[in-house]
């Protein structure tokens, strides 16, 4: 059993920077692929991005794109969540995944491990 856990939340106004970080309970590298999703009050859980176990790769929604930046130390079996030009809209839960498919890192349909989130509110 992989347990994550989110930090790094809090209030920002908008334009600013954040980020986030999700440790891992055990050694993530060549095991799991790495994922953040953000869940909006009265909206679905939304993938927002991923990286590779090797961090060879990664994948960004579009609505992120150009703004945040996925990163991760395997020798601290943590993630990370680069986020700047922050707009309102990015205010959400943000959840750290860890699944092994590169196919199903971006789904929330499939399996994996998921954190408790971490709360993000961006001020206009």
């Known amino acids: 059993q992989v347990q994550l856990v989110e930090s790094g939340g809090g209030l920002v106004q908008a334009g600013g920077s954040l980020r986030l970080s999700c440790a891992a309970s055990e050694r993530t590298a060549r095991s799991y692929h790495m994922g953040w999703f953000r869940q909006a009050p009265g909206k679905e859980r939304e993938f927002v991005a991923a990286?590779?176990?090797?961090?060879?790769?990664?994948k960004y929604a579009d609505s992120v794109k150009g703004r945040f930046t996925i990163s991760r130390d395997n020798a601290k079996n943590t993630v990370y969540l680069q986020m700047n030009s922050l707009k309102p809209e990015d205010t959400a839960v943000y959840y750290c995944k860890a699944d092994t498919p590169w196919s199903t890192i971006t789904t929330t349909n499939g399996g994996g491990y998921w954190g408790r989130g971490t709360q993000v509110t961006v001020s206009s």
């Open positions: 990286i590779y176990w090797s961090g060879s790769n990664t």
